[in-house]
Structures are given as C-alpha cells and as structure tokens.
C-alpha cells in the first residue's frame, strides 16, 4: 500500500512556530488535522489522541496569515492548495470574518480498495457509507483511478470541493486518467452530474457526498442512463438512509401500502407496512464501519426488504489483516432452501470454526448442518430417514404402518393453510427445521390449516369451511417461535416433548441483533447451567419489552415458565424450574 500526501505543503501555510513543532513530532505521518480557533491554543489531532501545539492562544493575524497562503474559499467555505489533497475548512463570525481554520490532511492511499475490488469490477453502481474521517473520499479517489488506468473506463469525477482530485485547474494524479469537473457552488452539483452524462458521455461517474434530495433525484436519474455511479453519502448504515427521508431514494425509497384483512392476518402483521417503492439506486453499499473494517451488502434490494419486515439482514464483513490478506465473514447465519446453514467464514478467509452449539464466549456461531455422519437422537431418527428418502426417490416416502406422515395419512410435502400465523415465521421454522410443509394460499388444496386459537373461535365461516372440505384445523395459542414449531410437529406427528431439537435454537439466532444475541444467550446459559441441573429460579439483567419476549420464546423452548416483573426500565425476567 502506497501513500501519498504532500505533507510539507500543508504545514508551509502554518505559523513558523507551529510547523516547526508538526515537523519534528513523532507521529508527524499520521497527522489528521490541525486546528486553528481565534482565542485558543492551536491543536494537533491525530488518530488516537490530539493535543495542543502551543500554550499561545491563536491570534487573528496568524488566521489571516495562514488565508494568504491558500486558495478562495467557495461558497462551502473550503478552500485547497494547489496540486494537493489538503482541505482548509474556515468559520465564520456573524459578519463573515473567518475565525477559525480547520487543516486537513488529504492522503492518496493506493491500494485500500482490495477489499471490495471484485464489486467494483462487477460494473454494478456502489454506494459508500460512513462517518467522517473514515476514509470515504480515499477510497473513493482510489475507486476512480482503478476504473480509469486498470479497466480502461472513461470515468468523469463531480468535484464539488475539489477534495477529490485537489485544488487548481490541473488534477492530482491520484485519480489517474479520469477526468474531473469542477462545481462553482455546491447547489449546483446536481446540475453538474447531469450535464457530465450529457455531454461527456461517461461509463462511470464518480460523487462525493450525496446529501440533497436534488443530488439522489440525478443519480437516479443516471443510474436509469446505463453509467455506473459510485458515491458517498453521510451515514454508518443502511438503516439511516431508510429513515432519512431526503435521501431514501438512493435505496429505492420508502411508501405505506394498506393490505387488505385477509392479507394482513396471513402476514399476521398490521394493515399499514412499509416497503421498498422502486429498484435502488445503488445496487451495493458498503458500510465502512473502521479503516480496516468494512461491511458489504451485496444486494440492497434484498437488504431494504429484509429491514423493512423487521428483521436483521446477513452482510458480508471483510477485514484485512497484517499480511494484506483479505477475509470475509457473515454477521449472522445464512438459512438456504433445505435449512442448512451456509459457512459462517467465506472464501478468503480461515476455515470456519467448529461448534457443536452456540457461542462459548464473545459471540454466538451458528450450528453446523447436521451432516449424513452425524448421529441423531432417537426423536428424529425416522424423520431424518424420511427426508433423506425424499431426495433419492420421486415416487414418495414408504411410511411404516405404524407412523404416518399426516394426520390423515397425506403424501408429504404436507399442504398448510396458515390463518392468523406470520407466514414470515412459518416459512423460517419450515426452513431451518426441513420440514416437509407447503404453504398454501388456497384451503381448497390445503392438508390441514394451522390457526391462532383466538381467530378461530370468532371465525365461524373458516371453521364450516374446514368441515365442508374435510380439513381438520389445528390451533396454536400464538405466533410464537415455539408455538409454530409445535404445531408444525403435531401435523407432521413428530411431536415428542422428550427430545429437542438443537437446530430449532437457529431460529432464535436467525434475525437477531448483537444485543438481543447477548439477552438470549443470558437466558440460555441461566437455564441450561442453573434452572434445570439445580431446580433454582433464576433472574436476568433488565431488557426492553421486545428483548423479554424473545428470552420468553427461548424460555418456552425448554418448557419451562417465565414471568417478567419489577418497573421499566428495571423490569427483568425471572425463570422457573419445571
């Protein structure tokens, strides 16, 4: 990796007596920023500390000195030097003398994009999220010289500060054979984005800090054209472009849509949901969480849509270690078609880590797929044997005389109309359990139907159309993890309350946050190494109402009873032995 930064250009513009102590300081190279305010002492920031550089205040001499030395000052207040990446930021008093001074260090970092240089090699327009100073603008400039030199792409950067490719008419080489437009006043870059596309016909175009409504309406707008765009915008995660209203459209945007009563008791949400109102913008983002450390969401689409029916999505995390070498990791684990989780640790990076359970300490893995080799317990042996027949032969299962698959002794897959029951939750214990269950929209081709007990006693039509057609109802008392999963059981006569399945503890994990991770394993750990070896209660930490229920779930598990007491925000969880 290769850096670049002009660093005794920007401490020439500085008091003697302040560039004298930046030259001879020991971390003189990782210098971020030098601050300079009216009425005090000068200070040095740099990437773990900073600290003042003399014990003389700042006078507005030496701020006027230091303005002599640099570029005009635009209408964003910044200003550069010549042939450099340093940006001076100023402050103004009331009147619009300039107060204070903000120096910072502009480095061309050639290299730090091997993270995601495969994305970018993809064509697809990539989205780069993150607070300030983390390095958006670097990779960005890194972003264009890879397309322009390495790809052989005509790439035209919108310069709105000239932070990008520096001050002047000349560009830094950093940014290679890309060609940059400059912007007279920042209201005006959404003009210049669009008359790049018009008039120089790019492949790629590159911004910087997307931040009005009018910038995400003409990326939208290119995007549409066919070029490529790879931009930044202000924010750690997806989820703050979601709730920002002004730059939602970058994700696709976000619209109420009213369901209708049928449709909402199968969802088993509320009428009004929100959902994603067009095709992104950007087709991935990357959350650039620390310098070495960022999170690719490979498909906004699919992320947006995960978000919006309030679960968690599984990115990619890649880091880079000493050696250069790039890994990549899922935050949480991935559930395929047949319920079997996909490697917690990806192509570039160590093997996965082998456990038998959940987390022993730091974080919770996930359960490794039970493999052909593995031993079952008892409970599962005959299911186990049931769904390895469905895949070697077409014909259908041979059931023992003694065991049926239905309730009424129905071919498998087994048809189920849910009522009342989050399909969303249906269709993730189907998935991680392998059960052999069809959700169906129509009871007329349904084996069975599985409803909330409280929707059936007030719904004496769905009860005289089961009788007609001969399909029996099956209640469960809510749409709970474990509810679900028991239902699902007793229509597939698999129920055994002895034996528990550990792959079912996968659900929990499924669309867990870090903090509710951290809650569930308290209530894991309480029950498995207190409440049932020593038959004592057991209370947890305090939690907020939607983490008590997911520890209530995980409790209900292990049928055992819980109840929550004490007042918010103190109110916990107090488990009971069986």
Known sequence: MTITDDLQKLLDILPQDLRQTLEKHPQRDSLVEVILDLGRRPEARFPQLAEYLSETPVTQEQIDDCIKRVGIFGGDNRAGIEQTLHRISAIRNRSGKIIGLTCRVGRAIFGTIGMIRDLVETGKSILMLGRPGVGKTTALREIARVLA?????????????????????????????????????????????????ENHMPEVIVIDEIGTELEA????????????????????????????????????????????DDEARRR???????????PPTFEIAVEMLERQRWVVHDSVADTVDTLLRGRQPSPQVRTVDENGKVNMTRQLSTINGRGQTLGAEESFGPPARQS?????????????????????????????????????????????????????????????????????QLEQVISVLSLPVVLTKDIDSADAILALR??????????????????????????SLPQITRGLRRLLNIDNPEESDDRELQMFLHSASDDEIDALEEARLAVEQIVIPKGQPVELLPRSPQVRKMQHELVEHYRLKSHSFGEEPNRRLRIYPA
């Open 268 to 278: 088993g949400t509320q009428k009004t949901v929100l959902e994603r109102k067009a």
């Open 217 to 260: 309406l003409a990326a939208r707008t290119i995007a549409e054209r066919g070029v490529q765009l790879v931009g930044t915008a202000h924010g750690n995660q997806i989820e703050n472009l979601i709730k920002n209203p002004t730059l939602a459209d970058l994700v696709g945007g976000i619209q109420a849509v009213t369901l209708g």
């Open 149 to 197: 030199d390495e790809l052989n792409k005509r790439v035209v950067i919108i310069d709105t500060s000239n932070e990008i490719a520096g001050d002047g008419d000349v560009a830094h080489p950093a940014i290679g054979r890309s060609r940059r437009m400059q912007v007279a006043h920042p209201d005006q870059q959404h003009q210049v984005m669009i008359e790049a596309v």
């Open 356 to 424: 038998n359970g959940w987390r022993a300490t730091g974080q919770m893995i996930p359960l490794a797929p039970l493999s052909s080799e593995t031993p079952k317990s008892s409970g599962r042996s005959e299911f186990d044997r049931l769904l390895d027949e469905s895949f070697n032969d077409y014909n259908g299962f041979d059931f023992d005389s003694t065991r049926q698959a239905g309730p009424n002794g129905e071919d498998l897959p087994l048809h189920v109309y849910p009522y009342g029951v989050s399909r969303s």
């Open 454 to 479: 409280s929707h059936v006693k007030n719904h004496a039509k769905l009860r005289q159309m089961a009788k007609a057609r001969q399909v029996p109802i099956h209640m469960i008392k809510s749409s």
